[in-house]
């Protein structure tokens, strides 16, 4: 192979990989879809199906969450949080009078907590975890329904 034809396949290369190198800067980023069966609940329904999409938009992270909840209503939220941490800024979800604020504090690439507050007191802590392969993520939360009672919520999420 002429030293031409080299050097144009290793641009052509860098190239194709540069994106998958990009897109996988954060493991989070992708498709996932709830597996309803693997996650518990205690207090609450689980949802019929669920499924969550994550976008990268430079320091950002913003996060759709479409289903159908256990009773037939649609499910419609979208996050959009700081990938290394801070508030989140939520729209679409339903009035809860649980909490009135969430932060995300970022731990590793792979492991963060969301952290809920109630006029300005943490109240409940939902804690995310990937394994090394990449293929799923754990969500684990406890905290206080809108009445105080204590609510479970155990997901494992999917990557599609």
Wanted: glycine share 6%.
């Amino acid at each position: 192979m002429s030293m031409e034809k080299t050097l144009c396949f290793f641009a052509a290369l860098a190239l194709a990989v540069t994106p998958l190198v990009a897109a996988n800067d954060d493991p989070f980023a992708g498709t996932w879809k709830l597996d309803v069966e693997k996650s518990t609940y205690t207090g609450l329904p689980k949802p019929k199906d669920l499924t969550l999409t994550i976008v990268d938009e430079g320091m950002n992270r913003v996060v759709d969450f479409n289903g159908t909840a256990q009773d037939g209503s649609p499910i419609k939220v979208e996050l959009s949080e700081p990938r290394k941490g801070g508030a989140i800024q939520t729209t679409g979800a339903p009035p809860n009078q649980s909490w009135d604020s969430a932060m995300l504090k970022f731990i590793n690439s792979t492991s963060h907590d969301l952290i809920y507050s109630k006029d300005g007191k943490e109240i409940a802590v939902r804690h995310i975890r990937m394994p090394r392969d990449h293929k799923s993520f754990m969500a684990y939360f406890t905290g206080p329904d809108p009445q105080g009672k204590t609510v479970t919520q155990n997901d494992v999420w999917e990557k599609q």
